[in-house]
Each structure stands twice: as structure tokens, then as C-alpha cells.
């Protein structure tokens, strides 16, 4: 309907109503002006937002109760409502539940954090490590947000300028689920402490689909009134003047961003957790161990017997041949038998640390086995590295299979123990290294047991030889491990191998030793992933490598003695220290719920 109305300069003219837009936006530039802050929220609204941004925490222990579908959707909606550079909506969210998944994805973050952790202060590696990173096992549900990055900067508006802010629109849509998962009561932690392409590769993303790193989101375990690394005293929020300037950057008094470099089974893993939380003691007070006790009574689900069993194979070497060694073949044949009697180094610990002893030969040279030792030597010709393979793939296949049952049988016990003796291992065991983690030979060789200098060099030149033959088959070990052991391996490896795999399969915690004692645990890795979670450093040895190969697997060592000795002395000398941890948590005061 049209009205007249009276202009200054003129007389009455005609007037029409406004068009109002039957869609978008129905105020008038009018309306606007007269009531600038018209569209504020309710101020009730506007302090519930303020209090959900300041209690927004990342999330670290979580509980293992189910996420509703209804509130996983609800927070997915949350971050897909993000910001996006040119409406282009370059997120996808992955939701991982699957538990093979989620336990490869925590060996990888395991893994980067030691690296990461390497390139610290001591103090600061040191805090860095006593960070949990649980959540990625105990939270219901892993959310990857990924970035799609195929569609060119050019073709969308805003990223010929910026050609990153699509990476900037994915972390709008992470702070998004963030905020809306706390309002919720659910918490969220986001964790990238990952290679970035081992985790795509884990998830078998497209080329230029990039992630953003890992979200656990569940019921948190946790309700801390106050940034987490606030609390672990890594640092505090900088008051707000230092990060606010005016007009153009200045520098006066302002923070520089931190930096500490040197220069020079989730349900069993939250009850343990509960259960160490209500020992009369400050959270974690024994440090790693706490988290290795926690981990082996998930395992045991709280009622895992309180010994276990060393499992000691040894054998000889034809590599010994080249020279690689400061003692003679026979010295193998003789611990194994003094093991049988109960005397040798390593049958000496194992009782020590209350714990029973199995005695494998897995091939010693001589025309029987050690008297008293299961005999599971290899029946076909061996090789001696430099010039062909170590095993017949038959007799590694076979190694497998005896190693499982043993390792099986020995979780019956509780904890099983790897320990190995092989005049010349150390030169297999670095040829091993030198494929699984990309080391030099002359990186990769230590010293052994009492090597001079021409043995070390001889040591380099054999495993440098031994790497040169294997060739192309390094470069696809992971996809078939066993070949590795067959080309490269010893027959002590390869049966500690399976003890791994069958000690896992029983639901038992592996105790690794030195550097010939941790590759079967990163062989059982590869051959089945899961057994990761069961895998527990007891030392870092002499070996130059061991400390490679450990961090490839993320773990940190119980012990740092320097050993140089085998026959799982060290492993059997951290069990003992596991078992003393266990029955101090099971018979210690308790606090009241």
C-alpha cells in the first residue's frame, strides 16, 4: 500500500513499502542503523558462550563408555557449520572405531613423540614425555579431520592469495567440533604428534588429502580447571597485551613464540587407570613404570599372575666366519648349556627376578641339541649373509610356528622375557636394523661383546655386503617380513618373533632386551600391528642402534645400564622391577572413593 509523505524541499510524494526478501536477510539498512548492535544474543547466551570457550581443555583421559550417535553427529554438524575460503567445505572427517586402526595410529604418535622428545632440552624432554597420549587408545572415538587440497588455490575464491587457508578453514571446523563436544560434556583431544604421511598412509588417503591430526573425543576422565600444560608447568597463557598490537607489528616487549629445542584395549586401559588413580600416591608417581603397570594390568585385565617366564634361544652363526666376532663359535653351545643347568648369566637373573626359564636351540652348531634345551633348529642349509641368505624361507616359517606356541604357553606365567645368545648376532641384528630403520652399516654396527677396531670394521664391511645383496627386497620388508628374516635374520630372531606373536595372541606384555632382543618385537609388528600395545622396553643396550630401533617401535627403556650383555638380563632385570611395581599397586593403601 502506498502512503504520501512531505519532503523538505517539495511537496507530499508518493511512497511505497520495501520490498522484504521472501529468503536472506529481511532488515532494512534503516533498521540497521538505528540498532547497530541489534543482532547480539541475549546476554544469558553470550556468558554461556564465554564459559564454553573457557572451558574448552584438550582432552587426554577418557572413559570407555559409548558415544551416542546423536551427539557424534551433533559435533560433526558443529565442525561442518565451519568458515570455509570460498564456500569450498575442504574438510571430510574420517570417524575411526576400529581398534587395529586406533592401535597402529598410537604406535605411530608412540613413535613421533620420542623423536620429538629427542630433539629437546633434557627437561623439557622429560615433561614432554610424561604427556599422556592414552586417549588415542582409550577414547571411544578417533575423528580424523583431513583437508581435500585436489581442487587447485586458483579455482577458489580467496586461495589464489592464500593458498593455504584452506588448511585454515579445516582448524576453524576442528574448534567448531571442540567447543560444541565441551557444551556437550564431551571431551575432545587433538593429537599431532604423527608423520603426517604414515598416518595418511595408515588411512589410505588420496594424494593431496592432507590430515590435520587425530581428534579423540568421549566422556573425559578428566576435568581439569585449567590448560593441561599449564598444570604440567610446560608454560602459561601470555597475558593478552603481549600478543595485541596496533596498526602495524611492533615488538616491544613482546613474547616470542616458545620453543625448547637443544641446540647441541580401551576399556582395561581406563580400569587400570582407575585403579592406580585411587592408590594412596600422586598420580603417575613412578613415572614410566606407572605407565608400563598400567598397560600390563590392562593386558591382565587386573588378574595377571605376578611371575612370568625368560625365553632364552640361542644360535651359531655362519657369519661368525668373516671375523666378526672377539669370541669363539663354541661360546654359544656353552651358555646355552650352563642355562640348562641354571647357572649361566641369564638363568641366574631370571630366578632372581622370580621368573621361569625356557631354554631354546634354535640352531647351535654341533650334530644335537643342548641337552635339556628345546630343540627347534633349522633343518635346511644357512647362509652367511655377505654371499646368500641366512635361512631357508621353510625354516623360518617354521621358526614362526614354534615361537608361537612357546610364547603362548609362556603367558601362562604372566610376563614373558626375551633373551638370546649367538656368538656373531650383533652383526645379524645390525643388518636387520639397517632395513627396518634406514641406518648406514657404519651407523648401524656397535661393538658388541669386547670388539676391537678391525672387528668392527670387518663388522661394517659384512652387513654393508649383506645389505648390498638383499637389495630391492629392503624396500618392501614390511609387506612380507619373513622374507626379511630368511635374507638377513638369525633362527634366534626369527623364534623370539613368533614368542612375540603367540605371547600377544595369549594377551601377555612382551619384555624386550638389546638390540637382537628388540627386533623381534619390531618384526611381530609388522607382521601383526596389535602386538605393539604389548611390547615393553626393559633397557637401552651398548648397541649403537637400539635406541633407533626402540623408537621406532615408541617405546621408551625401563633401564639404561649399558649392557652389553644378552641372554635377556636386562629384560629380566626390568620384569623384576615390573613385578615389584604390580604387587606394590595390588597390596598399597587406598584412598577413599
Request: aromatic share 4%.
Amino acid at each position: 500500500m502506498s502512503a504520501e509523505r512531505t519532503t523538505p524541499s517539495g511537496p507530499a510524494t508518493t511512497s511505497w513499502p520495501r520490498p522484504t526478501p521472501l529468503v536472506g536477510d529481511a532488515t532494512s539498512a534503516q533498521e540497521r542503523s538505528a540498532d547497530p548492535s541489534g543482532w547480539a544474543f541475549e546476554p544469558g547466551v553470550i556468558a554461556s558462550l564465554d564459559d564454553v570457550i573457557a572451558g574448552r581443555r584438550d582432552i587426554r583421559r577418557f572413559r570407555s563408555d559409548a558415544v551416542p550417535e546423536h551427539l557424534l553427529i551433533e559435533v560433526l554438524t558443529a565442525g561442518h557449520r565451519a568458515p570455509s575460503v570460498g564456500h569450498s567445505q575442504p574438510w571430510r572427517f574420517i570417524v575411526v572405531r576400529d581398534p587395529g586402526i586406533r592401535d597402529r595410529a598410537a604406535h605411530l604418535a608412540d613413535r613421533a613423540r620420542l623423536d620429538q622428545a629427542a630433539l629437546l632440552t633434557d627437561d623439557r624432554a622429560a615433561r614432554m614425555l610424561d604427556l599422556k597420549l592414552e586417549g588415542l587408545r582409550e577414547a571411544p572415538v578417533g575423528v580424523v579431520v583431513v583437508c581435500d587440497r585436489r581442487t587447485p588455490a586458483s579455482g577458489v575464491l580467496g586461495r589464489a592469495t592464500f593458498p593455504d587457508a584452506d588448511l585454515w578453514s579445516c582448524a576453524c571446523a576442528i574448534e567448531n567440533m571442540w567447543l560444541a563436544a565441551r557444551a556437550r560434556g564431551l571431551g575432545m583431544g587433538w593429537v599431532t604428534l604423527f608423520d603426517p604421511a604414515e598416518l595418511a598412509g595408515l588411512l589410505e588417503l588420496p594424494e593431496d588429502v592432507v590430515p590435520m591430526g587425530w581428534m579423540c573425543l568421549g566422556w573425559p576422565d578428566e576435568r581439569p580447571p585449567s590448560p593441561g600444560l599449564e598444570r604440567a608447568a610446560w608454560s602459561k597463557r601470555m597475558p593478552l597485551h603481549e600478543v595485541v598490537m596496533r596498526d602495524r607489528w611492533t615488538d616491544d616487549g613482546a613474547a616470542h613464540p616458545l620453543s625448547h629445542l637443544d641446540r647441541l584395549p580401551q576399556e582395561t586401559i581406563v580400569s587400570a587407570t582407575d585403579e592406580a588413580d585411587g592408590l594412596l600416591a600422586p598420580p603417575e608417581s613412578l613415572g614410566v613404570l606407572d605407565r608400563v603397570l598400567s598397560r600390563v594390568e590392562a593386558l591382565g585385565r587386573g588378574r595377571m599372575p605376578l611371575g612370568g617366564t625368560v625365553v632364552l634361544a640361542g644360535a651359531s652363526h655362519p657369519v661368525a666366519s668373516w671375523g666378526v666376532s672377539a669370541y669363539p663359535d663354541r661360546v654359544t653351545r656353552d651358555v646355552l648349556e650352563a642355562a640348562v643347568a641354571g647357572v649361566a648369566m641369564g638363568a641366574m637373573s631370571a630366578r632372581s627376578a622370580g621368573l621361569d626359564l625356557v631354554v631354546v636351540d634354535a640352531g647351535t652348531a654341533g650334530g644335537q641339541a643342548v641337552p635339556g634345551a628345546i630343540d627347534a633348529r633349522p633343518t635346511e642349509p644357512r647362509g652367511d649373509l655377505v654371499n646368500a641368505d641366512a635361512l631357508h624361507r621353510t625354516d623360518v616359517d617354521r621358526l614362526l610356528d614354534a615361537g608361537r606356541r612357546l610364547g603362548q604357553h609362556a603367558a601362562r606365567s604372566g610376563i614373558v622375557v626375551l633373551g638370546e645368545v649367538g656368538i656373531g648376532n650383533t652383526t645379524v641384528a645390525a643388518a636387520l636394523t639397517c632395513v627396518v630403520t634406514g641406518l648406514s652399516p657404519r651407523d648401524a654396527v656397535g661393538v658388541g661383546a669386547g670388539a676391537d677396531t678391525d672387528i668392527v670394521e670387518r663388522k661394517q664391511a659384512a652387513v654393508a655386503a649383506a645389505r648390498e645383496r638383499f637389495g630391492a627386497r629392503a624396500d618392501s620388508w614390511r609387506d612380507d617380513p619373513a622374507d626379511l628374516l630368511a635374507g638377513l635374520g638369525g633362527p634366534e630372531i626369527a623364534l623370539l618373533t613368533g614368542v612375540v606373536l603367540g605371547a600377544a595372541d595369549a594377551g601377555a606384555p612382551v619384555v624386550l632386551d638389546g638390540l637382537a632382543g628388540s627386533l623381534p618385537g619390531v618384526l611381530a609388528a609388522a607382521i601383526e600391528p596389535s602386538v605393539q600395545a604389548h611390547l615393553i622396553a626393559g633397557q637401552r643396550s651398548r648397541e649403537r642402534a637400539h635406541g633407533k630401533v626402540l623408537g621406532l617401535l615408541g617405546l621408551e627403556p625401563l633401564l639404561t645400564l649399558r649392557l652389553r650383555s644378552g641372554e635377556g638380563v636386562g629384560a629380566a632385570l626390568a620384569a623384576s622391577l615390573v613385578l615389584q611395581g604390580l604387587r606394590t599397586r595390588r597390596e598399597m593403601a587406598r584412598t577413599e572413593p
